[in-house]
């Protein structure tokens, strides 16, 4: 299983708008309703932000949101604060009981 | 409040083995699937193992037949067997609550490092 692809990086000024993308293929991405999206800071656990494509969990803000288009999901940012300047990675279910993660996207706060 | 915990990690030779384990809390581990999630030094997520409510297991190809995934319901604890290591296998490894095909809460993970 291939990890998704993910732009290494990405940068916007505060108060902008970043976009993410995650492609993968019709055995995953494209396949099923399960794509994840979790912020990590360096030495830390990721945490989820988003699940089932587009839901935010309770406590994450309503800047980030999720979307899908065929086999490539996006994670938009919007509003960007300095806080958000974090690695992200998307992770879809992969059929088979399995799963598999992007390769990563560093964020930037210019 | 929701809580899980890893320890066991440390420094292994290469064809050794360790155990790892994660302490839950603030929810019954047996009623939820549970998931052992890797990050090698300076790279990106790799999901590892699942072990289903009913007590199914599932791993990622890289890990088959090497790793087993299991749990003590008495002690709400899940653990990670590893056998066989090799240099690949260096990573922290994260267990991590799943929900809906997603992985909702994550321990703060134990470093396996397999090395002569």
């Known amino acids: 299983q291939s990890a998704l692809t993910q732009p290494r990086s990405v940068s916007g000024s505060p108060g902008q708008s970043v976009t993410i993308s995650c492609t993968g293929t019709?055995?995953?991405?494209?396949?099923?309703?399960?794509v994840s999206w979790y912020q990590q800071h360096p030495g830390k656990a990721p945490k989820l932000m988003i699940y089932?494509?587009?839901k935010r969990p309770s406590g994450v803000p309503d800047r980030f949101s999720g979307s899908k288009s065929g086999n490539t999901a996006s994670l938009t940012i919007s509003g960007l604060q300095a806080e958000d300047e974090s690695d992200y990675y998307c992770c879809s279910y992969a059929g088979n009981y399995s799963y598999v993660f992007g390769t990563g996207t560093k964020v930037t706060v210019l | 409040e929701v809580q899980l915990v890893e320890s066991g990690g440390g420094l292994v030779q290469p064809g050794g083995s360790l155990r790892l384990s994660c302490a839950a809390s603030?929810?019954?581990?047996?009623?939820?699937?549970m998931n052992w999630v890797r990050q090698a030094p300076g790279k990106g997520l790799e999901w590892v193992s699942v072990?289903?409510?009913?007590?199914?297991?599932y791993y990622a190809d890289s890990v088959k037949g090497r790793f087993t995934i299991s749990r003590d319901n008495s002690k709400n604890t899940l653990y990670l067997q590893m056998n066989s290591l090799r240099g690949e296998d260096t990573a922290v490894y994260y267990c991590?609550?799943?929900?809906?095909?997603?992985?909702?809460?994550w321990g703060q993970g134990t470093l396996v490092t397999v090395s002569s």
């Open positions: 603030g929810f019954t581990v047996s009623r939820n699937y």
């Open positions: 072990i289903y409510s009913g007590g199914s297991t």
């Open positions: 089932d494509v587009s």
């Open positions: 019709s055995s995953d991405v494209g396949g099923y309703n399960y």
């Open positions: 991590a609550r799943g929900y809906s095909n997603n992985f909702d809460y």
